[in-house]
């Protein structure tokens, strides 16, 4: 049985021309991939040699293999689409188990550590999705049926860091004297509140600051 042989690869941007094909017996294949490797060194064309010769391939080349025809594959749109669309479809409704996020969240923070992931957000496109998908309105209703959440912000130890956070609990110091959140300074000093707020986050007076 003869093969169809790419007088030009398709690995060095050969098409499937007719003027770019050729039939060859299987020795003759072989033999061409081999003549490729040996004048331009593609390990597409060792690989080729090797299995068309029924040599054994290495771990190393057969990892070259896959990725190489993981790449092709998602460089085919349709495929890719279709291929994502399966995925989704069949994990649709499961849930997974907590073991298997922390697993994922330790395995994604590793890559992007590594620089084997990266983060490429075009902030256009994003506030575009954000609004086109109506995302506040999502966010806002998955927020108000997640049990999870209501427990998260109402629990003791959120009230305390929210309390902490907010400038307005900090005891201010006013020319020496002590008061327990900008709002009583404002009161008992006369200086009005959102004047006096900016002062504190500028910083534009050594007698009045945040303790």
């Not at 307005?168 to 000093?189: H, M």
């Amino acid at each position: 049985m003869n093969h169809i042989h790419h007088i030009i690869p398709k690995h060095m941007g050969g098409t499937n021309d007719p003027n770019n094909l050729i039939e060859l017996t299987i020795e003759e294949h072989a033999q061409e991939h081999y003549n490729l490797w040996k004048k331009f060194g593609y390990i597409e064309d060792k690989i080729a040699w090797e299995c068309l010769s029924g040599r054994k391939l290495s771990e190393e080349e057969r990892i070259i293999l896959a990725k190489s025809g993981f790449k092709k594959f998602l460089l085919d749109k349709n495929k890719a689409i279709s291929w994502k669309n399966k995925i989704s479809h069949s994990l649709k409704g499961k849930t997974q188990s907590e073991e298997t996020k922390l697993k994922r969240s330790k395995s994604l923070k590793l890559a992007y550590k590594e620089g084997r992931k990266k983060v490429v957000i075009n902030p256009d496109d994003a506030r575009k999705r954000y609004y086109e998908n109506n995302m506040s309105q999502l966010m806002a209703e998955g927020r108000k049926n997640s049990e999870k959440w209501k427990e998260s912000v109402t629990s003791e130890n959120y009230k305390l860091k929210k309390t902490l956070a907010d400038p307005r609990s900090k005891k201010v110091s006013i020319n020496g004297i002590v008061y327990n959140s900008i709002r009583e300074a404002s009161k008992k000093s006369k200086i009005n509140y959102s004047k006096l707020r900016n002062m504190l986050i500028s910083n534009i007076d050594d007698n009045i600051f945040f303790c």
